[in-house]
């Protein structure tokens, strides 16, 4: 099968398109011919070796932590059969980038009706990051006050649609470029980054979710409600410090650290399947076209997700 792969870790040159051997196909697992590859910031922090202390010295490695694709073969006792159209969420391990994957059928969910397989792909990791975010200090309920800092982005993307779906009032923060894309997901409030301070404008939430983690805990604490909590999806030592005294203060500080879950992915897949939640791709890439890919999600400049086109 043909991969994109890396031999060693480095810039974006490193991936090569290459042909593999098909994957082994474990008990519990189901091998999913992929005609998607959702690409995510940690593809390249693994790729360039800031994540090496996790990913370790075994190479060739295949990056990719999002598939949707359709199954190629399923065990007699699975729920899944060939042909069927699926979407996953994968371990750190990745595996994205190829034509072929096994997945643990745990991990799995069918693609919601109406849904590309683009927009399949674009959807596992980063909505499952926000869900799981806000359930930190517990489930959002209706009315609660939430900000989304990088609303613009993958995971801040999903991250106002999901609030919304949930019940919430959502203040997005995200730049003048982007304040009609936000206001499209849903958002009540957009502050442009580049104009206020959203640490600020006096309001309280109670919940603050950082989805791009451009601000911090301190900053943060004074815009939470009593018994608020501030989320963040990249920690420092900081971060650290502060939720390890969560249990003497009123306001919280978490990080979340996102999983795959097939049943995590289901809620997902009926907000998408009610029009609730609709994933926004602005570009997708061939797999020679690696790079290229790689350099954009680098930038942090990607409006929604990119993906790789693989069927
Ligand atoms: N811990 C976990 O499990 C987990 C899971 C997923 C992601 N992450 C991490 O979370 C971070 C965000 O991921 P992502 O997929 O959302 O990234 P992304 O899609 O690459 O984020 C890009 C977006 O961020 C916006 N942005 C850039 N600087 C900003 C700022 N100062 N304030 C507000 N918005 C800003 C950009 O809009 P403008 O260009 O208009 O500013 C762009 O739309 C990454 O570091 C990623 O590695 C962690």
Known sequence: MRALIINRYGGPEE????????????????????????INPVDYKIRNGSMKF????????????????????ADKKSDYKPGDKVFAMLSMKGGGYAEFISVKESQLCPIPEGVSMKEAAATPLAALTALQAFRKGGEIRQGDQVLVNGASGGVGS??????????ARVTAVASLR?????????????????????????ERYD???DAVAKSSFPRCSRILKKGGIYVTTVPNRGLFWHASINFLRGKKAA????????????II????????????????????????????IESERVRGKIVFHIL
Request: charged share 25%; hydrophobic share 40%.
């Open 158 to 167: 999903f991250a106002v649609q999901i609030a919304k779906a949930m019940g």
């Open 178 to 202: 982007n304040q009609d894309f936000v206001y499209s997901l849903g958002a009540d409030k957009v502050i442009d980054y580049g104009r206020e301070d959203f640490t600020q404008t006096g």
């Open 15 to 38: 991936l090569q398109l290459t042909n593999l051997a098909m994957p082994r196909t474990a008990p519990g697992e189901v091998l999913v011919r992929i005609h998607a590859a959702g």
């Open 255 to 266: 990080f979340i650290m996102a999983r795959p879950s097939g049943d995590d992915l289901r």
């Open 54 to 73: 996790f990913t370790g010295k075994k190479f060739p490695k295949i990056l990719g932590g999002d598939i949707a694709g359709e199954v190629e073969q």
């Open 207 to 209: 919940k603050v979710f």
């Open 269 to 296: 897949a009926d907000w998408m399947s009610r029009g609730l939640v609709r994933p926004y791709v602005q570009q997708s890439f061939l797999l020679p076209e690696g790079p290229r890919a790689h350099e954009l």
